[in-house]
């Protein structure tokens, strides 16, 4: 396993984040795993030296933040383990029991840290930003956090530029923590955040963690028009609205060939080729079969040539803003 600084800061992160939302109860999804089912996955990927876990309040409605905080203390030691969660969306039905503000800040991270069973949070992370509340407010709370030990590192997700931009702004304004990370949707079929977002990253020194970084599935290789071959590619309504234009085909098409010439899966193209670009720290690969999370962590060995890369890119066309 590698490991690199996130962004600037001083945590060590594996290349390869294991995203759980996958794991917790299949009632919330069908594709989600149960807790039996997914404590195995996790026990791999610290055998593997993946030390990094991304999980969020909002997955299975809480069930994956108790599934994942179980097993990793069952199987690591609190300070092997960099955990990383998330807090927006909503957890009940209350006009308080979602967002941005601090009222919600403050309940949701006392929430987590009991599901997860830690004291602490590594990576507390605003899973989008909340039109409703003066990032001011935001910002200010979770330095609060930061501050009380309860957090350790904060990083955002999917947003505008100009979002996050000012984001790190105000925090350099007032003294507060910045943000280290963007955890943002980046992949061979979707590459929209190279316009702003990977560049104001790489400027910053914001380490950036792309989700879903084989398209949830698409660029498997088994996603084909029409035969859905796994649960989630039959029921997973999410990916099919965002890749399903024919330049996506196309480039899934084409990451098969790569594969073929390489001989590795097309899962470990999409990987290497995100592994391979700037500011790129740990992509946060989903793994719902054991197989997946060794192929994610052997996509660290793929070298991609410039060839390669090229005939990967050429068929994409801009996308609209999508999974924000
Ligand atoms: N911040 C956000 O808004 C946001 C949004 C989405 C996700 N996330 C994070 O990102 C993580 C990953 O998301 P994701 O699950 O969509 O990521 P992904 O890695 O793009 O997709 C995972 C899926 O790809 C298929 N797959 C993976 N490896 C494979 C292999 N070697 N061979 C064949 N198929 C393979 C599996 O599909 P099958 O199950 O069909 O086999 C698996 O469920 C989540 O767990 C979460 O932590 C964050």
């Given at each position: 396993m590698d490991y690199v600084r996130l962004g600037k800061s001083g945590l060590k992160v594996s290349r390869i984040c294991l995203g759980t939302m996958t794991y917790g109860d299949p009632k919330w999804r069908d594709w989600v795993l149960g807790e039996e089912e997914s404590r195995p996955f996790v026990q791999r990927a610290?055998?593997?030296?993946?030390?990094?876990?991304?999980?969020?309040?909002?997955?299975?409605?809480g069930r994956s933040e108790e599934v994942v905080g179980r097993a990793l203390?069952?199987?690591?030691?609190?300070?092997?383990?960099?955990?990383?969660?998330?807090?927006?969306?909503?957890?009940?039905?209350?006009?308080n029991d979602r967002g941005l503000s601090r009222k919600h800040i403050m309940d949701a991270v006392h929430a987590s840290l009991k599901r997860l069973g830690t004291d602490y949070i590594d990576l507390y992370q605003i899973h989008r930003?909340?039109?409703?509340?003066?990032?001011?407010?935001?910002l200010q709370a979770l330095h609060d956090l930061v501050r009380l030990g309860m957090v350790r590192y904060i990083g955002a997700s999917s947003g505008l530029a100009y979002q996050f931009a000012k984001s790190l702004y105000l925090a350099d304004l007032h003294g507060w923590t910045r943000f280290?990370?963007?955890?943002?949707?980046?992949?061979l079929v979707y590459r929209e955040e190279e316009r702003e977002m990977m560049p104001l990253c790489c400027e910053e020194g914001v380490g950036v963690i792309p989700w879903s970084p084989i398209a949830r599935g698409f660029l498997a290789g088994n996603?084909?028009?029409?035969?859905?071959?796994?649960?989630?590619?039959?029921s997973d309504a999410f990916g099919e609205r965002l890749y399903r234009t024919e330049g996506d085909y196309q480039i899934a098409e084409r990451t098969v060939q790569v594969a073929q010439q390489l001989d590795v899966s097309s899962a470990q193209v999409a990987i290497a080729w995100l592994l391979q670009q700037e500011g790129v720290s740990a992509p946060i690969v989903g793994a719902s079969k054991m197989h997946h999370l060794d192929e994610a962590v052997d996509a660290l060995s793929v070298r991609l040539s410039d060839e390669n890369r090229r005939f990967?890119?050429?068929?994409?066309q801009p996308h609209p803003v999508l999974g924000i």
């Open positions: 610290l055998e593997l030296g993946v030390n990094f876990f991304d999980t969020a309040d909002m997955y299975s409605v203390r069952d199987f690591a030691r609190r300070e092997e383990v960099v955990i990383a969660t998330k807090v927006f969306n909503p957890m009940g039905k209350g006009p930003f909340d039109p409703e509340t003066p990032l001011e407010e935001t280290v990370s963007m955890q943002n949707h980046y992949n996603r084909k028009g029409g035969e859905a071959q796994t649960v989630r590619a039959r990967l890119e050429e068929p994409y």
